[in-house]
Antibody, heavy 115, light 106 residues
Framework: EEQLLESGGGLVQPGGSLRLSCAASGFMFSNYAMSWVRQAPGKGLEWVSTFSRSGDKTYYADSVKGRFTISRDNSKSTLYLQMNLLRADDTAIYYC????????WGPGTTVTVSS | DIQMTQSPSSLFASVGDRVTITCRASQNVSIYLAWFQQNPGRAPKSLIFGASSLRSWVPSKFSGSGSATDFTLTINDLQPEDSATYYCQQYKNYPLTFGGGTKVEI
């Protein structure tokens, strides 16, 4: 069974950092692009970032560009999101998803940015 | 950026009804259009990709159609478990973009 499991969320002060992880299982991780999508409380879905299958391209939403960095370790079948200079409006549930068409989603990890 | 506009933003329907949700793209996205279902407190679940291809776990009462800028999601024989918020997403170009969502209540 194909599965994704996020971790690393928590409470952080404005200006702080967090690193999210997404452990994949049940499929050949290296063969797929992987994405992060977030959902602020009571709001809709917002795409955050994608790491290409080929491994040579990364894409970011304007709202996180320059603050967030997506990476992957194919040997560990794990996707990461390094989040720096966090702001209150980064508060959200962060989901990782398989592919740019979000074929499979993890259950999400909650990030709260507050003093 | 490609803007995705869904309508309606919410709807009430009865058991057994057929409902249609529309999604309009501000630019041609060909058939690079996906639909998702999200129940409260749960992660979204993929329903349709390529505008009209059902995921293997999705019952045939769900269907998608359209291309270029205009798309629809149709749910036949509405059941209580279909109460959810539905989102469209284009994956033709970056940044990937979602519609605002349609809340279906029964």
């Amino acid at each position: 069974e194909e599965q994704l499991l996020e971790s690393g969320g928590g409470l952080v002060q404005p200006g702080g950092s967090l690193r999210l992880s997404c452990a994949a299982s049940g499929f050949m991780f290296s063969n797929y692009a992987m994405s992060w999508v977030r959902q602020a409380p009571g709001k809709g879905l917002e795409w955050v970032s994608t790491f290409s299958r080929s491994g040579d391209k990364t894409y970011y939403a304007d709202s996180v560009k320059g603050r967030f960095t997506i990476s992957r370790d194919n040997s560990k079948s794990t996707l990461y999101l390094q989040m720096n200079l966090l702001r209150a409006d980064d508060t959200a549930i962060y989901y990782c998803a398989k592919g740019s068409d979000a074929y499979i989603w993890g259950p999400g990890t909650t990030v709260t940015v507050s003093s | 950026d490609i803007q995705m506009t869904q309508s309606p933003s919410s709807l009430f329907a009865s058991v057994g009804d057929r409902v249609t949700i529309t999604c309009r793209a501000s630019q041609n996205v060909s058939i690079y259009l996906a639909w998702f279902q999200q129940n409260p407190g749960r992660a979204p679940k993929s329903l349709i990709f390529g505008a009209s291809s059902l995921r293997s776990w999705v019952p045939s009462k769900f269907s998608g159609s359209g291309s270029a800028t205009d798309f629809t999601l149709t749910i036949n024989d509405l059941q209580p478990e279909d109460s959810a918020t539905y989102y469209c997403q284009q994956y033709k170009n970056y940044p990937l973009t979602f519609g605002g969502g349609t809340k279906v209540e029964i």
